[in-house]
């Protein structure tokens, strides 16, 4: 079993920086693929970002992201990071962190093949 936990959102303003940060519990961290997904009301969740370990370390981007978001973690804090730069007002939205244990196949941006999720955090960014 793995608890996620989300942190960093909150209210900025356009062209600022945020550093988003999921905890995770249990004793898979290093065994789990991470990702980021992002959704506002009445839209499916968004796939934002994903890292995993298979031969890599690999990391994912959706294309509207790619530049301004980076994902990483810190496997002996057990923490992985969304760091965003420049923000816009479309990057309003609630994020969540999602894990997938490793053993079998799966598409990083495809929010279905993640096994865990987090309860999300909030970013709204202002024009």
């Known amino acids: 079993q793995v608890r996620l936990v989300e942190s960093g959102g909150g209210l900025v303003q356009a062209g600022e920086s945020l550093r988003l940060s999921c905890v995770a519990s249990?004793?898979?961290?290093?065994?789990?693929?991470m990702g980021w997904f992002r959704q506002t009301p009445g839209k499916e969740r968004e796939f934002v970002a994903a890292?995993?370990?298979?031969?890599?370390?690999?990391?994912y981007y959706a294309d509207s992201v790619k530049g301004r978001f980076t994902i990483s973690r810190d496997i002996s804090k057990r923490t992985a990071y969304l760091q965003i730069h420049s923000l816009k007002p479309e990057d309003t939205a609630v994020y969540y962190c999602?894990?997938?244990?490793?053993?079998?196949?799966?598409?990083?941006?495809?929010?279905?093949?993640?096994?865990?999720w987090g309860q999300g955090t909030r970013v709204t960014v202002s024009s």
């Open positions: 249990g004793d898979t961290f290093g065994s789990i693929a």
């Open positions: 890292i995993d370990d298979w031969n890599g370390p690999n990391t």
């Open positions: 999602a894990a997938k244990l490793y053993g079998t196949g799966y598409f990083p941006d495809t929010w279905s093949h993640y096994d865990y």
